[in-house]
């Protein structure tokens, strides 16, 4: 699937290594939250991608943090060692850190990430894999 010059690569992220639950739970994820793509879902005007990550999770069946922080994800779920499709991915940024959703990798091995607050909406686009710290998948 091609999104704006943008490469989805399943198969080389490892997602063979998910189990078939796993890997439907996944696919909820992204599904869930390529629906909001565009707009502020959440009633908060800024620090709103945990907030938007916890609602995704919600309404897929998934227990979120609780938590309107993006570093609590770090330690949610369990985690895999790299931008699996599905995967929640925890990273610094300047004045905090962000959370979001990963959907492929583009053509530089970057992952592609769909969340929320990304310019004051949600957004899918690449993200450098050196800013990303952890990756974990839902229980």
Do not use: K
């Amino acid at each position: 699937m091609r999104r704006r010059g943008l490469s989805n690569t399943h198969a080389s992220l490892g997602s063979d290594s998910l189990s078939g639950a796993s890997m439907s739970g996944s696919s909820d994820l992204v599904s869930e939250a390529r629906r909001y793509l565009g707009g502020n879902p959440t009633s908060r005007a800024s620090l709103w991608c945990a907030r938007f990550m916890n609602m995704v999770l919600q309404r897929t069946g998934h227990r979120g943090t609780g938590s309107d922080t993006a570093s609590s994800f770090a330690s949610y779920g369990h985690r895999v060692s790299g931008p699996h499709v599905g995967a929640i991915a925890v990273m610094s940024r300047r004045g905090g850190g962000h959370v979001g959703i990963i959907t492929g990798v583009d053509a530089s091995g970057n992952p592609i990430m769909i969340s929320g607050n990304n310019r004051n909406r949600v957004r899918e686009a690449p993200i450098s894999r050196s800013r990303i710290y952890a990756y974990v998948m839902p229980n």
